[in-house]
């Protein structure tokens, strides 16, 4: 099986950068997209094929991808992107996702 | 608007069946792969199942694999999880998610989920 690590939280200040990083063997070598989640909601893809964003998502979410990781940057932090953010790529035959990081904007 | 709508969540004593709903709207459903997903209290996101858009192809994730069916009736644009043999850790929300094209593609959009508790 293939696993996706990811630190449990990330807090910020508002106005400031957060980055999620998302680790996985030879990550680089696969598409990877990004999920958020508010509390009580059902995920969101923010981010897809490493650092393609959805029409309407601001242009404060971008992504990365090389060797062994891919991450999610979010430029100039709001009150509003406080949530869980979940990576996934598809391996052998099934999707797989990260182990989720909480980002707590402060 | 795609839309996707589940439905069939309840309580359930171990080992027993359920089976969810999920129907769509506002798209070409035969089209389309479609995922199950899974989230325990408090935890993370888990895949469960995936199946192709003429329903002739699916994968499961290892926790369910010979417990879980997932099937779909394209007439009635409507997404299906049979759910056999259920324990405690399949306690959870269970979203239905349709991918952007082909199998591998990312899972958008969501639905809303419906709450399956496993207990006695």
């Known amino acids: 099986s293939y696993v996706l690590t990811q630190p449990p939280s990330v807090s910020v200040a508002p106005g400031k950068t957060a980055t999620i990083t998302c680790g996985g063997d030879?990550?680089?070598?696969?598409?990877v997209h990004w999920y958020q989640q508010k509390p009580g909601q059902a995920p969101v893809l923010v981010i897809s094929?490493?650092?393609d964003r959805p029409s309407g998502l601001p242009g404060r979410f971008s992504g990365s991808n090389s060797g062994d990781t891919a991450s999610l940057t979010i430029s100039r932090v709001e009150a509003g992107d406080e949530a869980d953010y979940y990576c996934?790529?598809?391996?052998?035959?099934?999707?797989?996702f990260g182990t989720g990081t909480k980002v707590t904007v402060l | 608007e795609v839309q996707l709508l589940e439905s069939g969540g309840a309580l359930v004593q171990p080992g027993g069946s359920l089976r969810l709903s999920c129907a769509a709207s506002?798209?070409?459903?035969?089209?389309?792969?479609m995922n199950w997903v899974r989230q325990a209290p408090g935890k993370g996101l888990e895949w469960v199942a995936i199946?192709?858009?003429?329903?002739?192809?699916?994968f499961y994730a290892d926790s369910v694999k010979g417990r879980f069916t997932i099937s779909r009736d394209n007439s009635k644009d409507t997404v299906y999880l049979q759910m056999n043999s259920l324990r405690a850790g399949d306690t959870g929300i269970y979203y239905c998610?349709?991918?952007?094209?082909?199998?591998?593609?990312?899972?958008?959009?969501w639905g809303q989920g419906t709450l399956v508790t496993v207990s006695s």
């Open positions: 998610a349709k991918v952007t094209t082909t199998m591998s593609t990312p899972l958008d959009p």
């Open positions: 506002g798209f070409s459903f035969g089209n389309y792969p």
């Open positions: 199946i192709s858009g003429n329903g002739g192809t699916a």
């Open positions: 030879n990550i680089g070598s696969r598409s």
């Open positions: 094929y490493d650092n």
């Open positions: 996934q790529v598809w391996y052998s035959g099934s999707v797989v």
